[in-house]
C-alpha cells in the first residue's frame, strides 16, 4: 500500500504527514526508563533492557528541553536506525530526493517560559529537514506546541528550494490558519535568532499524535511557552538528500553536530564525537 501523502504547508520546506501512532506509542517506555549516568548541561543515560546509551543536550533556553540522542553506533544502528526505516521516512520524503537518515534523538520537555525563535537549516538547498512527532497525545494541550512564522511572498521567495533542487509534486498547503492560536509578535522577539519584518505572523501548529511536521531551511519556529502537567516527549530525526553537495552537507552538519555525538553522512559514514 503507497504512503499517505505528505501535505504542504503555508511555510516554504514545511511539510506535515501521518505516521503509525502505534509505533510511536510503543516509544514511550523507553523515554520513560531512561535511568540518569551523570548531570548537568550534557548528561549521560541508559536504558538498561536494551543497553542503550544517551547523551542528553540541554539549550540554555529559557525551558527544560533536552535533546536525547545516541552515545554510541549500537544505539543509533539498533534503535534510530531502524525506526527511521520502520516508520518509512525516507519512501514519503522522497518527491524531495534520496533521502538518507542523519541523525535521530527524543526531544523531552515540561515547560517553556520564552520562545526561542530559530531556524534548523539555511544553506543546504533544501535538501535537509528535521521532522518531529509527539509520542503522547496532546489535544487537549492549548498551549506548548509549535509556533512558526509564516512568510510574506517576499520571504517565502528567498527560502524557495534552489533551482537544482528536485520539485516537491505534494498537495496544495495545508493552512496553519486553522490553529486555536495565532498572534502577531514583535521583530525584537525573534530578531536574535532570524531575519523576520516589523510584525510576522506567528501561527499555532499543534501537535497530534500520529501525525509529523518536517521541515527545513529558513523555517523560523520555537517552542510556545506553558507548562504541560507532565513531561512531554517527542521522536525527532534530521535526514536529507544522499546526493547533497559538500558545501551543501557541511552547511547541514554544523547544525547536526551540536545536539548530539553520534550521526552519518549522506554516504552513510558515521560520526562519534568525544564528548568527555
Known sequence: MPPAPVVATECANAYVCPLDAAKLVALRHIVEGLRQESGGQKSALVFKPRRWRFHAERPTWKSDIRWISAAD??????LFEPLFAKLGIASLFSFLGD??????????RGHTRKT???????DTGSRCFTLMTPLYDMADLRDCHLLCQVPTDGEAAACAPAADAPAADVPAACPLADAPVACTVAAAAVAAAASVGARDVIRQYRYELGTAIAFGDG?????????????LAFLCFTFGDRRCTPEQWSAAEGYIKEQGPVYQDPTGRLVVKDVA
Open 99 to 108: 533521502m538518507a537518515l542523519f541523525s535521530g534523538f527524543f526531544v523531552t
Open 73 to 78: 553506533e549500537q544505539t543509533f544502528r539498533g
Open 116 to 122: 526561542h525563535f530559530h531556524t534548523d537549516f539555511g
Open 219 to 231: 523555517f523560523v519556529h520555537g517552542t510556545e511557552t506553558g507548562e504541560a502537567p507532565s513531561q
